[in-house]
């Protein structure tokens, strides 16, 4: 066989996989509840789209799920290191070593 005919069959083969792959990603979307829009800005998100399916975030709170698309998702991330001056983290008490100074009073 010539190359020409195995990179043609490969074509042909990789692009019937790739329809059907594409097929079962829009199925599976359809069976998981998800809201149709961001839940900060109300952005609406296409269930079909793979593009949106691999860029979204989703934040599972208790029962309820969350949809976050990626421009308010990097504001969340940008957000987050202002959180812990907001918020006081618990301080850590870090062993220390005594041995030292009980050598010098003994």
């Given at each position: 066989m010539?190359?020409?005919?195995?990179?043609?069959i490969?074509r042909?083969?990789?692009?019937?996989?790739?329809?059907?792959?594409?097929?079962?990603?829009a199925?599976?979307m359809?069976?998981i509840?998800?809201p149709?829009?961001?839940?900060n800005?109300e952005?609406?998100f296409?269930?079909?789209?793979?593009?949106m399916?691999m860029t979204?975030?989703?934040?599972?709170?208790?029962?309820?799920?969350?949809?976050?698309?990626?421009?308010?998702?990097?504001?969340?991330?940008r957000?987050?290191?202002?959180?812990?001056?907001r918020?006081?983290?618990?301080?850590?008490?870090?062993?220390?070593?005594?041995?030292?100074?009980?050598?010098?009073?003994?």
């Amino acid at each position: 066989m010539s190359n020409n005919l195995k990179r043609k069959i490969k074509r042909k083969e990789y692009v019937k996989e790739r329809k059907i792959s594409e097929k079962e990603l829009a199925s599976k979307m359809k069976n998981i509840f998800l809201p149709d829009q961001c839940s900060n800005c109300e952005k609406p998100f296409d269930k079909k789209s793979r593009e949106m399916a691999m860029t979204w975030k989703v934040v599972a709170r208790e029962e309820r799920k969350h949809l976050i698309c990626p421009t308010c998702w990097d504001l969340i991330e940008r957000i987050d290191p202002l959180r812990g001056e907001r918020e006081p983290k618990p301080h850590q008490h870090q062993a220390q070593s005594h041995t030292g100074q009980e050598q010098e009073t003994q």
